[in-house]
């Protein structure tokens, strides 16, 4: 892992797609769950499996750089900030970490397919798998509905913070 104290244009552009593939990912799973009926479910929760072919190659390049670039050190007015933007940004790549490895274990542990779009379908059947199943979708439903969504609320609570109180040219790392 190399240290570093900015972020690299590549993970700026990794950090923004990311937040907007995200927000899209959990606006959609919402939106299934509140549907009015079952098929508009079905029909939201396709274009969720859909643009997750695509959302999951992404956060897993998008993790693998991080990794493999490291974190810049944290800022903070105080060592309580730092730590919390420490814990929040790993435990944020951790829940999606999860979430693209929940949700396609929950469709091939029944032997269902990832279908993309219409263009194309990913199946690995793993139905010897069942009894993972239902963890499988107990973790993507209560990561997507309330763990990610808490975390990601916090973060931008800590972003508005850290903009409103860090001096532009001050800034050790930023994004
Ligand atoms: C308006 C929305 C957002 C703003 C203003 C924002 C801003 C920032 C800033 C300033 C940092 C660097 C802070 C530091 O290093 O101490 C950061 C890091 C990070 N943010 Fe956000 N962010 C936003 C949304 C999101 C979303 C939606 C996600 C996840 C889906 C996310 C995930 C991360 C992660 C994982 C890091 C750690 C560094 C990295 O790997 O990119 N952010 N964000
Ligand atoms: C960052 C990535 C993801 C996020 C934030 C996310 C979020 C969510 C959320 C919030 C729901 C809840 C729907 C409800 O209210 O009932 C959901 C459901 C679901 N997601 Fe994801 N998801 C992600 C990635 C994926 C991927 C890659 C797949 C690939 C197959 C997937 C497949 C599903 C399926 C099949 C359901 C329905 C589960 C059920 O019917 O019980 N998700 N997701």
Redesign the pocket.
Known sequence: MRNHNRYSAISIINHWLTAL??VV??AL??A??AAPSEEVEIYI?GV??SL??F??IF?AWRILFRLYEGFPDNIGKTALERRTAYWVHRAILVL?AL??VT??L??FTENEC?GVFGWFSVCIPLESLSFIHEPM?WL??NV??YL?PALLVLHFLGTIRHYATTEKQQAPSDL
């Open positions: 593939l995200v990912m959990l799973g919402f299934a769950g929760i969720h499996i997750g072919f959302v999951l956060v999606l979430q693209i949700g396609p929950y469709l990832m979708e993507h439903l997507g509905i990610l």
